[in-house]
């Protein structure tokens, strides 16, 4: 009896672990200078769910981005990933906001000392920016099974493939090393309709995650929401028209469903929108305009509501299209100013002269929405007079705020194709989160550049505290953004 009463038993257990769903992880690192929500994974789980993968139970991660691990190890990341008993878990490498984060290093070490941990665990790695030879460097040094390119919203509709190491297009093993694999359908459609891609809204995929971050922010949490995804520029240092290689868009209703669900769920009334250029055209500036004005009567609460967006200086020359703006409550704009020297200009495949900037600026002001400029500090063939010309120009705009990046290099980018021809050399180390910073290029960009760069900030920084900063370099990083 004895025997057969512990057989029933183990068939039992056996039955429970067979059924019982996988425990995934998806596990993104947190940006703590401001507000983050973690879309790029948060699609792909709204899509892994409307396959109905019920065997499946996924969870978001968010890991701390600290710069040092205490004694080199990384105990507190560890211990919170084994706490979810996972089958696998997937590191997201890249910053959806800022190109420059690309966190291969952290991901690395921790993948290494979870293997030690539980050597069971399936560890894969997700980003854009992966190429061949550090693809082929990461599998080979252990703690990863598989990594995930530049179509993850396809390749994870095979999870389970995936957890099997069998072939999988974009999905990288020790095994096949082959990108382009027959056998699976493409997701995409050949329209420019990206409707089709499920929201994570919607799908209250981030529900638990909204509510405990409203929660961390006493009801400020500003979210993040698509219209569109991609860049038809092109600037030579920029990844955002390298990720997606067209312009491709959510319909205006889709849009203010999210905003609609956001604001009246969760209270949420402050919005970035993700979009490379949100101004595309005035028609359809025209339509969001058309379809917030019926919302607002619907819903009064809506009319509360602010957006920041992304802009080229181009679209903003048009004082018709501010006020439009404006009426669909856009309160901050973010504009690449980059650098004012004339012969860096094709960088920015820019179509109107930057003496422009000033008429935006006051455009802006007389419409009452705020300014953002981003500069860049050491493309080739720049100098440190034209420098300090462009930072002066930036203050003289009156921006809410002005951020600093010392030029990095982008995987797939006109510089990293033709990074021989502007002598670009990249520092050697490999840091925990960001692209490698080019520490000299043509022209007079080298050491010398770079800490005379550096001290003229760092002294115009002290000198307007009325702005706030945020400054990125090798040297160091600085930071004044305070609660909004």
């Known amino acids: 009896m004895i025997p057969s009463l512990t057989c029933y038993f183990e068939k039992i257990i056996?039955?429970?672990?067979?059924?019982?769903?996988?425990?995934?992880?998806f596990c993104y690192f947190s940006m703590k200078v401001y507000d983050y929500t973690p879309l790029d994974i948060g699609y792909i789980l709204a899509l892994i769910k409307e396959k109905n993968r019920g065997?499946?139970?996924?969870?978001?991660?968010?890991?701390?981005?600290?710069?040092?691990?205490?004694?080199?190890?990384?105990?507190?990341?560890?211990?919170?990933?084994?706490?979810?008993?996972?089958?696998?878990?997937?590191?997201?490498?890249?910053?959806?906001?800022?190109?420059?984060?690309?966190?291969?290093?952290?991901?690395?070490?921790?993948?290494?000392?979870?293997?030690?941990?539980?050597?069971?665990?399936?560890?894969?790695?997700?980003?854009y920016k992966f190429h061949p030879k550090n693809i082929k460097e990461t599998l080979a040094l252990g703690g990863v099974d598989c990594?995930?390119?530049?179509?993850?919203?396809?390749?994870?509709?095979?999870?389970?493939?995936?957890?099997?190491?069998?072939?999988?297009?974009?999905?990288?093993?020790?095994?096949?090393?082959?990108?382009?694999?027959?056998?699976?359908?493409?997701?995409?459609?050949?329209?420019?309709?990206?409707?089709?891609?499920?929201?994570?809204?919607?799908?209250?995929?981030?529900?638990e995650f909204l509510e405990k971050k409203q929660k961390q922010t006493a009801g400020s949490f500003s979210a993040f929401v698509y219209s569109s995804r991609g860049?038809?520029?092109?600037?030579?240092?920029?990844?955002?028209?390298?990720?997606?290689?067209?312009?491709?868009?959510?319909?205006?209703?889709?849009?203010?469903?999210?905003?609609?669900?956001?604001?009246?769920?969760?209270?949420?009334?402050?919005?970035?929108?993700?979009?490379?250029?949100?101004?595309?055209?005035?028609?359809?500036?025209?339509?969001?305009?058309v379809e917030f004005e019926k919302r607002k009567i619907e819903r009064s609460g809506l009319g509360k509501i602010n957006f920041f967006v992304m802009a080229r200086p181009e679209s903003l020359v048009d004082e018709e299209t501010i006020r439009i703006m404006a009426q669909m409550n856009v309160t901050r704009v973010q504009v690449g100013l980059q650098s004012i020297n004339p012969s860096l200009q094709k960088y920015m495949n820019r179509e109107l002269p930057v003496e422009e900037f000033e008429h935006i600026s006051n455009l802006l002001k007389k419409h009452k929405v705020k300014l953002s400029l981003d500069i860049i500090v050491g493309l080739p063939g720049d100098d440190v007079d034209y420098l300090k010309k462009?930072?002066?120009?930036?203050?003289?705009?009156?921006?809410l705020t002005i951020q600093i990046k010392q030029f990095y290099l982008n995987p797939d980018t006109l510089f990293f194709t033709k990074k021989g021809d502007y002598h670009i050399k990249i520092e050697n180390e490999e840091r925990d989160f960001e692209?490698?910073?080019?520490?000299?290029?043509?022209?007079?960009?080298?050491?010398?550049?770079?800490?005379?760069?550096?001290?003229?900030?760092?002294?115009?920084?002290?000198?307007?505290?009325?702005i706030r900063w945020r400054f990125l370099s090798k040297i160091g990083n600085y930071f004044s953004f305070g609660k909004k």
């Open 14 to 25: 056996n039955l429970r672990r067979f059924y019982q769903k996988k425990k995934m992880l």
């Open 55 to 127: 065997e499946y139970d996924c969870e978001i991660v968010e890991l701390p981005m600290s710069l040092d691990a205490e004694d080199g190890h990384f105990k507190q990341e560890i211990n919170l990933i084994l706490s979810y008993h996972p089958t696998a878990v997937f590191f997201f490498l890249d910053s959806i906001v800022w190109s420059k984060i690309f966190s291969l290093g952290r991901a690395k070490k921790i993948a290494r000392e979870l293997k030690d941990s539980n050597p069971d665990i399936f560890v894969g790695f997700q980003s």
């Open 147 to 207: 990594i995930i390119g530049n179509d993850p919203e396809n390749s994870f509709l095979y999870l389970d493939e995936i957890l099997k190491n069998n072939l999988v297009s974009g999905v990288f093993t020790k095994k096949e090393m082959n990108e382009t694999l027959p056998g699976n359908k493409k997701i995409n459609n050949t329209d420019l309709s990206l409707d089709y891609i499920p929201s994570p809204y919607l799908n209250h995929i981030l529900d």
């Open 231 to 289: 860049c038809r520029f092109g600037c030579y240092y920029c990844f955002r028209s390298v990720k997606f290689e067209k312009v491709r868009f959510f319909s205006v209703k889709r849009f203010y469903d999210e905003i609609e669900y956001l604001n009246c769920n969760f209270g949420i009334s402050s919005f970035m929108v993700l979009d490379d250029a949100f101004l595309f055209s005035k028609n359809r500036l025209q339509e969001f305009c």
């Open 390 to 399: 462009t930072l002066d120009y930036a203050i003289s705009l009156d921006p």
């Open 435 to 466: 692209a490698p910073y080019v520490i000299s290029a043509s022209g007079e960009i080298n050491d010398e550049y770079h800490r005379k760069a550096y001290d003229y900030i760092m002294e115009n920084i002290k000198k307007n505290p009325q």
